[in-house]
């Protein structure tokens, strides 16, 4: 993994097919102990929303790796105040060894990576959550053994979760369906670029039928229907997104051994029911833990220890 050393991870096209496929084994390996790295850095994270899931994840990840973590909260330190983020970045870039940022606008996380040597990492932005698709495909992988030819459903707001779906989909061989609300679909250009990605090897599809999107699907996926930031917009996003629910229902036209997944936190009732996440099919759990497994192998990575 020596070619990621120093590198930044804004977006999941960042990664090539090989390093992505690398970044999984390593996950893996992490996780069944196969192989242990030791990594004495400094992980910083700057997060301006909410996160349970995302900061825990990452600090669990640096410590198993033998470093520290310092939780940069934006209100208490200059960045509340208007600091420019150019200042931010390269006064941070002398104090720590890696800079994972949780942040609304993507042209933030580009900046802090122009003045910023040292490695950034995309915990998360309203165009793209990278992190949880890395932990998402090995949740996959560990259900049936490989990616290749699976078809992964996501069902719901074209948001961060569903751009970096696609995009992480095309790289891994894995087809991705989108099903969305017409005035909710994933941005074209995330969509072109996906298809671009997968070429002949995959396909790569958006439409508003979410039956068609579930058929034969090995994996059904979905997330909240109003992201962080939107909260205002929930009540009256539900009977748009209502026959985008992920219930018993739907889940009877896709593979009979198909998983369910969630990126959480869930709004139960809504988005998914209970029966499904509480099922047989529910890996939400797993995937929620792979998370720390595969920031560790990305922390890892990235700082030339694996």
Known sequence: MGALTGRDLLRLSDLSVGELQELL?????????????????????????ASTRTRVSF???????GGQVLDLNPSVTQVSRGEPIADTARVLDRYLDILAIRTFEQRDLETFAHYANIPIVNALSDLEHPCQVLADLQTIQESFGTLAGTTLAYLG???????????????????????SPPDYQPVPEIVEQARAIAGDRTEVVVTTD????????????????????????????????????????????ADSAAIVLHC???????????????GPHSRLWDQAENRMHAQQALLASLLGAA
């Open 25 to 49: 084994e390593l996950a893996a390996a992490l996780k069944s102990g196969s192989v242990t790295l030791q990594c004495q850095k400094t992980l910083g994270l700057l997060f301006y929303k």
């Open 59 to 65: 600090s669990a990840a640096m410590f198993r790796l």
């Open 157 to 179: 707001d074209g948001n961060n979760v569903a751009h970096s779906l696609l995009l992480g989909c095309a790289l891994a061989g894995v087809n991705v369906r989108v099903a």
């Open 210 to 253: 979410p039956i068609a999107a579930a058929k034969g699907a090995q994996a059904l996926y979905t997330d909240v229907w109003a992201s962080m930031g939107q909260e205002d917009l929930a009540q009256s996003r539900v009977p748009i997104f209502q026959p985008y629910q992920v219930n018993e229902a739907l889940l009877e036209y």
């Open 264 to 278: 959480l936190p869930a709004h139960r009732g809504e988005e998914i029911t209970d029966a499904v996440m509480e």
